[in-house]
């Protein structure tokens, strides 16, 4: 089994920064993909940005040159360094693992970004 810890998430003004942070536990494999979705209301869940344990990054279209993603392999961790955030980015923002086909979800945790 395995479980994901997030941190980070608020509210923020349009134009700023927020970090999200995820740290995850149980049986983890190297082949692990690690990664951050999100689900606006009303909308699907969909991807943000995702990493591979061998640094292969994929960012959505939207959050490209504006959101970094990191790994960190040894403690299991990844972060989400959001900036230039703009009103549409609000949505609660979920930490993902996934492995041997199945897909791991943190609690979610809440970013808004008011304009």
């Known amino acids: 089994q395995v479980q994901l810890v997030e941190s980070g998430g608020g509210l923020v003004q349009a134009g700023g920064s927020l970090r999200l942070s995820c740290a995850a536990s149980?049986?983890?494999?190297?082949?692990?993909?690690m990664g951050w979705y999100r689900q606006a209301p009303g909308k699907q869940r969909e991807l943000v940005a995702r990493?591979?344990?061998?640094?292969?990054?994929n960012y959505a279209d939207s959050v490209k040159g504006r959101f970094t993603i990191s790994r960190d392999n040894a403690k299991n961790t990844v972060d989400l360094q959001m900036n230039s955030l703009k009103p549409e980015d609000t949505a609660v923002y979920y930490c993902n693992l996934y492995q041997i086909a199945v897909n791991y979800w943190g609690q979610g945790t809440q970013v808004t970004v008011s304009s």
């Open positions: 990493i591979s344990s061998g640094g292969r990054i």
């Open positions: 149980g049986n983890i494999f190297s082949i692990a993909f």
